[in-house]
């Protein structure tokens, strides 16, 4: 039986073979209920359910209400899809959602933002408090990441940025290299790089690099890991530049806390 234990965040959580955790007497006892499966262990600390603080899932309801209201009054389906940036698909699966929603004061006077994959999208969506909303139209699309946006999903999360950092602070863990965490193909990875170069060098207002901060007892005063622009971070690295946009995703209140402290002057 493999553990998958909760409480680290986003996707690549911590797995661990059952014989090593549990006593015999009590795995016997699991293996009557579950053998030879993936088992997920929520932490025994309370987490705050997905969207709880963010306020992104207040956000959503209004959306949707929003949407049925004009569709009511005339919007064709087509153009609340280009407004929303939404497929034409979803919109009416909200339209004729069987479930209504409570009915929620829409702000009228807040315009609709346009995603894009860049840097200054992130900054817009973060100025209007919806940060969390951009993570997730980034990673559904042009990061093609979905399992991170789901684990992303597990647990309320706190969101910082997009804040510029020194790049030192950071470093791949995504790369052909074997002490990578996550191998690929080395000429796939290289040639990307090189795309990403010149990409670069021609002024491209690429997205931000998506990082977690957190700490456990063999990272006691903090660490990062650089989920997402692992490829635009050693392209970077290779043009010398020395800081660039990331935004910081954090599970615990007080890895929140802690960060803020250590890096205070980022945060101004």
């Not at 408090?129 to 997730?136: D, N, P, S, T």
């Amino acid at each position: 039986m493999i553990v998958k234990e909760a409480g680290r965040g986003g996707n690549h959580l911590k797995y661990e073979n059952g014989k090593t955790l549990f006593p015999p007497e009590l795995l016997r006892e699991i293996q009557k209920y579950v053998s030879g499966r993936l088992v997920y262990i929520p932490s025994a600390d309370r987490k705050r359910s997905w969207g709880e603080t963010s306020g992104y899932r207040q956000y959503l309801m209004e959306r949707n209400c929003d949407i049925r209201e004009k569709f009511r009054c005339g919007e064709r389906i087509e153009d609340l899809a280009d407004a929303y940036f939404l497929s034409t698909e979803s919109v009416r699966k909200i339209i004729y959602a069987k479930k209504e929603e409570p009915i929620v004061h829409v702000k009228k006077e807040e315009p609709i933002l346009k995603y894009q994959d860049t840097c200054i999208s992130a900054r817009e969506y973060a100025e209007a408090g919806r940060l969390e909303e951009w993570v997730h139209l980034y990673l559904l699309s042009d990061g093609h990441n979905q399992p991170f946006s789901e684990g992303l999903k597990i647990v309320d999360r706190y969101y910082l940025g997009p804040v510029r950092m020194p790049l030192s602070l950071f470093c791949r863990c995504c790369g052909p290299e074997e002490n990578m965490k996550w191998r690929v193909e080395r000429e796939w990875f290289y040639k990307h790089v090189a795309e990403l170069e010149e990409i670069i060098k021609s002024g491209a207002d690429l997205p931000p690099l998506i990082v977690h901060y957190f700490m456990d007892d063999a990272h006691k005063e903090g660490a990062f890991e650089l989920n997402d622009g692992n490829h635009r971070f050693e392209a970077y690295t290779r043009l010398g530049i020395k800081t660039h946009d990331v935004i910081l995703w954090i599970t615990e209140k007080h890895e929140y806390d802690a960060c803020k402290a250590e890096y205070a002057e980022y945060f101004v």
